[in-house]
């Protein structure tokens, strides 16, 4: 019952992250760099502080006592995603959103799942446990699914394409090198998390319990930040927008420049919660807690295109497009139930 109790956090998380962008629709006369550094200072530094002082037991002496090696590689770490994310953003412009969505995420899946294992050289240990042909499989049957998801997501910006006659700036050569950087560097993540455990170790000797994994998004997310903010300040100094943070068009629009910033921190606050299940979750997954990342991956391609779904971003698709999603969509499903059956049988096997 852990297990499933675990997915259905994961899938909580996966939810808040899949429709956490959508806001950005609605604000007003703001770049990318303003409106990306304004939700990442919510969701990378304010938010995980907050949360850890919430549900952390003496906060201050468990950051006194965690090691600081532990810190440092989570900060490090963090900042590698930081990078990855924003390879992701500029990926974007060159394969489209699905494309990107597709080889990004597929690697970021397979990658943040199996590096920490491989890593501590446990990766051949777990595969002669009893369930772990089952988890492995639901890894590879993911990763396939979300390929055919990009696949389906392709079609439909081409049929769009075509419907609107629209020009496309598709240049694989340019948009691949981007998408296999931030791929792996988004997979890196799952290993800041990992790396970051021993400072969770310590939070669990003060109650932490359930919420230990909160204390390490105070390091991993403060990286991410770290070099979000580098990216996002050059733009600002090439760009000129600065004062986009007290104006907008040029003159006070105080009801439209609090509009933005509440959006901004709307979408911080669902990016941030998908960490905060996640940590609710990875702690119930039982044997095989490595494929917490390729669970939440998985979800997050799942709900996402559900959304596009509810959102009519389908329309106008052919009906081969379709059929294409369907088939993703239910490999994706697959994928989990195989993911969870996994996890159940290697639980039940440690008792």
Known sequence: MSVINGVLFHAIGASAASSCYTPQKKTQSWSWQTYWLAQAFVCWLLLPVIGAWITIPQLWQVILEAPKDAMYKSFILGAAYGIGGTAFGLAIRYVGFSLNYAIAVGISSVVGTLLPPLVHGELGMILNKTGSGWVMSGVAI????????????????????????????????????????????????????????????????????????????????????????????????????????????????????????LLAFLTGLMWYSQFFFYGLGHTLMGAYKFSSWAVHMILLVLFSSIVGLVLKEWMGGKRRTKWVLALALTILILSILILTYGNYLGTESAL
């Open 142 to 261: 993911g990763a396939l699914g979300i390929a055919i998801c990009g696949l389906a997501g392709r079609l439909k910006e081409k049929d769009l394409e075509i419907n609107k006659n629209l020009s496309s700036s598709f240049s694989l050569a340019k948009g691949l090198p981007l998408c296999l950087l931030a791929g792996i560097l988004s997979g890196v993540y799952g290993f800041a998390l990992d790396q970051g455990q021993p400072i969770a170790d310590v939070a669990v000797k003060y109650g932490a319990g359930r919420f230990q994994g909160n204390i390490i998004y105070i390091f991993s997310n403060a990286g991410a930040f770290f070099s979000t903010a580098i990216y996002c300040m050059y733009l600002h100094v090439k760009q000129n927008t600065f004062g986009e943070y007290k104006k907008i068009l040029g003159n006070e629009k105080s009801f439209a420049l609090s509009l933005n910033y």
